[in-house]
């Protein structure tokens, strides 16, 4: 039962509101997930968040209830909890990252009025993980997950663990491990039934009841015709397990799980015995405003937009498990997910180590059943080598899931390999250096799998409104290493760092601490790095031009070469209807992509000899020249393109003016006509998308929410609306910078601020859900580029 509404909240905790008749009318009503403080967009430090807060509520007790176990579970409070009911003390718990349940049974009054204290500590205490020193993202505080109450009979079932293997073509086996809270009675049995598909090909198996022994029981389930858990076919099964004493019903637990094997080998990650090149993005749970405190609609949407507007087959949960919303929505996309314990960098003492060793045990415990997590991470990330500490989290990995290899994300080469995989952040790339090292240069055992958990990120910073150069220079650096992923066959696979913008600590980010590392903006709007991962994909046709085409842009007016980052056979370049040239993937310089960007690099083409009646050979000099006087200018152009032109000149007796007016004419552009460049993407033969580019005469705003329906179900919803400028043919207005006035209606709520900019061309805002049902609007108003309107229904 959700537990998320009608909570109180002041940001001061103190003592006295422990107390049960403490007056809290004057207290802020909130909803769960909650944020202890709304942050600016950016230019902000952690104190704004770094306080104890206290969160109240009034439970409902029902008669019923007596004699039963009363449980709230709690999924993320940040960073410490104290549970107290009724003036007492219940549970405190430390680490913000992991859920945990307090039993409130023994605590409630039957008689009286029942209160609910949670004292929640955002500070940054350095006795637990992350903590001890400065951080590379912003930590938040407040009950941010979602919290859910569960009343049981006394005896009930703690826990179910579901693995799953292969045994033949045919026959698939889940091995089902039930256990209970405490109980004397040794009479109990528990049943099974799997089902999956729907309708008439409903899938369904259920057993005979088995005896529990000493509150476990550990069943095997054959099974034919179920399908694999794939990341293409992520077919999904639903368990529900049963407890009984006699014929009575005592508890039902229910969850997803996926027939499927994975393995990190030496030479290639295995799903399915299939070997599959590991290809993602490492993602922070953190969003503008609200920090971590964002319910499940846009925990899934981020998944989705990984798997869909990303391409991307793996993420890295950095540097923390996220929610449990997210890993659902891996499961049912097939996205493989690496997910790691909390920690940053710094190794505290020993009692730092003790909680850390039982959010190891936490995150194991709550998410072991999830098919599409593949490897657990349990090295605090990028910390040196304690082999202690880190003999004691192997441990406890791989006591509570013998089934799932572990690794650590270290900077560190050659460092002491407890884990199965080596595990590593390698930041050899910097523009000109190779993509990646070599495995054997790195790890410390050559017969271990080796996987890549970051690359780039801090190399080149890079924001929405850098200048094209930079824009291009990013995404290229993206499209190298990835290069050097398929290109290497000893490593199982890389994530990027990262898959959107995040708030940071001072000494990290651009001062406005903000860390522009991702492939998207905060708001999830896409950077042009972010089509080299999209391009990679098969499915839906990408197709991104580097450049607006605007010669302003470049110093000396020289665009260089263009990019196009798709998947599509080759691109036809036109010029004011004109055909110029038609390019193909550059597989010299990008051998192993699948789709190596392509690279326009003439726009000239075969114009000069259809308008100047130009012989072949003569245009190609003379566009050798030309380019050559656009790269360089002409004050510093290299001795031998001087000596080619004077020798062209001479031939064609050509004067300095001639020279002149076909660099202006087909290079510079400048004073001429309008010029339209058109780019068609073909794909077997046929133009499958095109793109044009034209100075613009009509700005416009573009507005894209996920959705226009929303839902409260466990708590409130949220909708995410994209904003663009755009030209009259659909293309981002990189450098548009201009005010948005926000304003909503009716059932529906805004997250932040009601005044907001573009930057970049792009922004975003988040509507929320207010408690009531019925119609909201959204508008957004700007002054150049005219009103955009969105009605949402709320149910
Ligand atoms: C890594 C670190 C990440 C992030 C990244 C930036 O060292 O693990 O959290 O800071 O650098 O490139």
Not at 364 to 376: C, D, E, G, T, V
Not at 497 to 505: G, L
Not at 711 to 727: L, S
Not at 753 to 767: E, M, V
Request: charged share 25%; hydrophobic share 35%; glycine share 8%.
């Amino acid at each position: 039962m959700q537990f998320n509404d009608d909570w109180k909240y002041n940001p001061e905790f103190k003592t006295d509101m422990i107390k049960k008749n403490y007056d809290d009318s004057g207290w802020e009503d909130v909803r769960i997930p909650h944020t202890n403080a709304e942050t600016p967009y950016h230019y902000f430090d952690e104190s704004i968040y770094q306080f104890v807060s206290c969160y109240r509520k009034h439970i409902n007790v029902e008669p019923e209830w007596k004699g039963k176990k009363v449980l709230l579970t709690f999924d993320g409070i940040a960073h410490i909890a104290k549970i107290y009911v009724n003036e007492k003390p219940v549970i405190s718990h430390y680490g913000g990252y992991t859920g945990f349940t307090a039993d409130i049974s023994s605590y409630l009054d039957f008689e009286g009025d029942n209160i609910l204290v949670v004292e929640v500590d955002s500070r940054e205490d350095n006795n637990i993980p992350p903590f001890g020193n400065v951080i590379d993202y912003m930590t938040y505080g407040g009950i941010y997950r979602e919290v859910s109450l569960e009343i049981k009979e006394p005896t009930y079932i703690k826990d179910v663990f579901v693995t799953t293997k292969e045994v033949n073509n045919e026959c698939k086996s889940a091995q089902i491990t039930v256990t209970l809270s405490e109980t004397e009675n040794e009479e109990l049995t528990c049943r099974y039934v799997i089902s999956g598909g729907s309708g008439e090909d409903k899938y369904i198996i259920s057993s005979d009841l088995v005896p529990m022994t000493n509150q476990v029981a550990e069943i095997e389930s054959m099974a034919s015709f179920v399908q694999n858990w794939d990341i293409s076919n992520p077919i999904l099964y639903d368990l529900e397990v049963e407890l009984y004493d006699g014929e009575r019903i005592l508890d039902k637990k229910s969850l997803r799980f996926g027939y499927r094997t994975c393995e990190f080998r030496n030479d290639g990650f295995y799903l399915n015995n299939r070997k599959i090149k590991l290809i993602g993005l490492n993602r922070h749970q953190s969003y503008p405003y609200v920090g971590y405190a964002m319910p499940k609609r846009m925990q899934r949407r981020d998944a989705e937009i990984l798997k869909y507007e990303l391409g991307v087959n793996a993420v890295r949960t950095s540097h923390y498990p996220h929610s449990k919303h997210f890993i659902d929505r891996c499961d049912e996309l097939g996205l493989l997910v690496f997910t790691e314990l909390p920690g940053w960098q710094h190794i505290g003492d020993e009692k730092w180590k003790e909680v850390a060793i039982n959010n190891v045990e936490e995150m194991i415990l709550q998410y072991r059943n999830h098919p599409s997590i593949i490897l657990w991470g349990v090295r605090i990330n990028e910390s040196i080598d304690d082999d202690a500490f880190y003999t004691k989290t192997n441990q406890v990995a791989h006591k509570l899931d013998p089934t799932r290899q572990t690794g650590g994300v270290r900077y560190l080469k050659k460092s002491n390999l407890l884990e199965d995989v080596y595990t590593y952040n390698d930041f050899l790339h910097n523009g000109k250096t190779k993509g990646l090292d070599r495995k054997k240069d790195v790890t410390s055992k050559e017969e271990a799998p080796y996987l890549v958990t970051e690359y780039n990120g801090h190399m080149f910073p890079t924001k929405s409104f850098d200048n094209e150069e930079h824009r291009l220079s990013h995404a290229l650096r993206h499209a190298r290493v990835m290069d050097a992923l398929f290109e290497n066959k000893d490593i199982t696979g890389g994530f990027g760092w990262c898959m959107f913008d995040y708030n940071t600590h001072k000494d990290f980010g651009s001062g406005d601490r903000i860390c522009y590392h991702g492939v998207m903006d905060m708001f999830r709007n896409q950077k042009l790095a972010a089509s080299v991962y999209a391009s990679q994909g098969e499915e839906q046709t990408v197709f991104e031009i580097s450049s607006s085409m605007n010669i302003g842009e470049y110093p000396g007016g020289a665009i260089g070469s263009v990019y196009a980052f798709t998947n599509a056979d080759s691109v036809k370049v036109y010029k004011s209807g004109s055909f110029i040239k038609e390019f193909y993937p550059d597989k010299e310089q990008y051998k192993y992509l699948p789709h190596p960007p392509i690279i326009i690099d003439d726009f000239v083409g075969e114009l000069m000899e259809k308008q100047e009646k130009m012989d072949h050979k003569t245009s190609e000099k003379v566009k050798d020249v030309l380019f050559a006087v656009n790269k360089y200018g002409q004050n510093n152009l290299p001795i031998s393109y001087k000596l080619k032109m004077v020798f062209i000149m001479i031939k064609n007796k050509w004067k300095i003016s001639d020279g002149v007016r076909l660099f202006t004419t087909y290079i510079a552009n400048w004073g001429g006509e309008i010029t339209t460049y058109r780019f068609d993407a073909i794909r077997n033969g046929k133009i499958v998308k095109s793109i044009e580019k034209s100075p613009v005469k009509n700005p416009r705003l573009l507005v894209e929410a996920d959705t226009l329906y929303l839902k409260e179900e466990e708590t409130y919803d949220v909708a995410e609306v994209r904003i663009k400028a755009v030209d009259d043919y659909g293309n981002l207005l990189s450098y548009y910078q201009e005010p948005l006035q926000i304003q909503v209606s009716g059932a529906i709520k805004l997250i932040g601020p009601s005044t907001i900019s573009l930057r970049g061309g792009t922004s975003g805002i988040y509507i929320r859900t207010d408690g009531t049902t019925g119609l909201g609007k959204l508008v957004i108003k700007q002054e150049q580029l005219g009103n955009k309107e969105l009605d949402f229904v709320v149910e």
